[in-house]
């Protein structure tokens, strides 16, 4: 198991992302063809070979992935021991009173006894940070026995809570505020704060709270990093050299969700019936820019890639010719979407490189206010892919 410092993993992230920016950054689904399929030409056919099978393996086992590009590209192979995190141990909890999930859908009700079972009892007040209809807050204040106050901006979700937390007689507390404009000092000093899934600019604002606060004690998983004011992310760590734009933070988000078989082949139509517009549009356009085309409603991969085109052609307005051979266009779409489904997998080696380097850059700042600071993953990915856990005290 890596237990590297913190600050050492970050530096070591935050170079390898840079000097491999060239491999990470292009997107196949915009830029046919990215530099590095030059630079590595092995390595783009035999990305262009997998078949549907291996395709699927890779796409849905990163380790087995980055195994694989290592052996082409070897800087890739320090990837492993710069992005493993330990799990969680079990915490001695009393049994979870099984009422308790009523109303939560099973994959979150996992999710939070996850973390409940990962998480020691701070012993003090607990503040849960944009906790929705504070399920995660309702947890660990019958299990504990600590008061909870629920931050969350949302009027129905904030009734719907507090009417549970009523109905169970609960120490539970519910306010109304956006933690983004409203002063919640108050709520933050002498608690332990937890957040469960805060997206973006949430968790960013409450890795600041923390400081300002003197917060005694935290535990905080994050998600959607791209969420967020600025189109640009502001590292904590101003020493760190990666410029990350949010369209690029996107990728530690990018997941190969693993869908039913009739699901994937509607996946791959849409793909590809908008690289086939795409090239159309390049083609009759006379330029070789990607188009960037809106969301497309899913009634229009109903009738056919050429009416599908029309409408498009007509909402993005690209006059089409009369002559189009529509079979011809149609076979280039779906080279196109076999080709980038493969290319891109070079891209997702780095989706957990670029989530730990974030994470880290959040560590080591709370370390440099005199945090210490842990970091686990406190389930499978299979449970959710935001798994990981920054926990913290004073
Ligand atoms: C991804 S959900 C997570 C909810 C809950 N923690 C959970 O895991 O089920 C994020 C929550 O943050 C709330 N939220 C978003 N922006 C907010 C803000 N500025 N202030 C307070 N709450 C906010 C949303 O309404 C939503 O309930």
């Known amino acids: 198991m890596n237990r590297m410092p913190h600050h ?6 935050d170079a390898l992302l840079v000097e491999t920016q060239s491999l990470w950054q292009p997107q196949p689904f915009k830029k046919a063809r990215p530099e590095w ?35 082409y590209i070897p800087q890739l192979a320090e990837i492993p021991s710069l992005i493993e995190l330990p799990a969680t141990t079990q915490k001695q909890q009393r049994e979870i009173d099984s009422r308790l999930n009523a109303g939560i859908p099973g994959r979150k009700w996992q999710q939070i006894t996850s973390l409940y079972q990962s998480i020691e009892n701070p012993g003090c007040a607990i503040t849960e940070w944009c906790g929705g209809k504070g399920y995660l807050g309702r947890l660990l204040c019958k299990q504990w026995q600590q008061p909870v106050t629920t931050l969350e901006y949302q009027q129905s979700l904030v009734e719907a809570g507090a009417a ?40 960013r604002e409450l890795i600041r709270q923390i400081i300002d606060t003197k917060m005694p004690s935290f535990s905080i998983v994050p998600c959607c990093y791209h969420l967020g004011r ?17 369209e690029e933070l996107r990728l ?67 006059p089409l010719t009369d002559d189009m051979d529509w079979d011809y266009w149609e076979n280039r779409a779906y080279q196109r979407q076999h080709d980038v489904m493969r290319l891109q997998l070079l891209r997702q080696c780095f989706k957990r490189v670029l989530e730990v380097w974030l994470i880290m850059d959040m560590a080591v700042y709370l370390e440099s206010h005199a945090y210490s600071v842990d970091i686990h993953q406190f389930c499978e990915r299979s449970l959710t892919p935001r798994n990981i856990l920054i926990e913290g005290k004073i």
Not at 8 to 13: A, D, N
Request: proline fraction near 2%; charged fraction near 20%.
């Open 8 to 13: 050492t993993r970050l530096k070591q992230l």
């Open 37 to 71: 399929c030059n630079l590595y030409p092995k390595l783009n056919q035999a990305l262009l070979d997998l078949d549907e099978s291996s395709l699927a393996h890779y796409a849905a086992n990163n380790e087995a992935l980055i195994t694989f590009i290592s052996s």
């Open 164 to 203: 549970l937390a009523e109905k169970y007689q609960l120490k539970q507390q519910f306010k109304k505020v956006d933690v983004l404009n409203a002063p919640v000092v108050k709520q933050l000093s002498n608690h332990h704060t937890i957040a469960l899934h805060a997206c973006g600019d949430l968790h």
């Open 230 to 246: 600025e189109n640009n992310y502001t590292v904590f760590n101003p020493d760190l050299k990666l410029n990350l734009s949010r």
């Open 252 to 318: 530690a988000v990018n997941e190969t969700v693993t869908a039913h078989s009739h699901e994937i082949q509607k996946r791959d139509q849409d793909m590809a019936w908008k690289l086939g517009f795409q090239q159309i549009w390049q083609e009759l356009s006379g330029s070789s820019d990607y188009h960037c085309i809106k969301p497309v409603t899913k009634t229009w991969l109903k009738d056919g890639f050429k009416s599908y085109c029309q409408k498009l052609s007509q909402r993005e307005q690209l």
